[in-house]
């Protein structure tokens, strides 16, 4: 009887656990332009118009469906004939200079975007980098 008494104790308390997602497998930038997001690579001609470019959270993000999460800033690196050319940003758009400097690259050449701040419902956050390829 001692046994079935201690179990039915047990029984009345329930410990719930919540998941705490460090990340989202669905939550990584993106380059949108015109509606369509570039993931890995873009195409260079985009960089020739005047198409507003901007460094984006994945539309279907989901923390990003219920919170505010945006770039707030991004650094463009660009390693060209041996020099490293850097070209920062205060939004999330890329610059006319740094487009001026992708308009330089050939198709193949890949563009580094490093220093993403994101705003996040938590606060400023460092992104991990970004290496996209011009196609």
Request: charged share 25%; proline share 1%; hydrophobic share 35%.
């Amino acid at each position: 009887m001692i046994l079935s008494s201690t179990l039915s104790s047990f029984s009345q308390d329930t410990i719930r656990i919540k998941k705490n997602r460090e990340y989202y497998d669905d939550c990584y930038f993106v380059l949108r332009c015109k509606g369509l997001e570039y993931k890995d690579t873009i195409p260079l001609a985009l960089f020739n118009s005047d198409a507003k470019i901007e460094l984006v959270m994945h539309k279907e993000c989901e923390a990003g469906k219920t919170n505010d999460i945006f770039v707030s800033s991004f650094q463009l690196e660009i390693l060209k004939n041996g020099v490293l050319n850097q070209i920062a940003c205060v939004s999330s758009y890329f610059t006319d200079n740094q487009k001026k400097a992708i308009r330089s690259l050939k198709k193949g050449n890949a563009i580094h975007l490093t220093s993403i701040q994101v705003h996040a419902p938590d606060g400023f956050r460092k992104a991990k980098d970004l290496e996209i390829f011009l196609n």
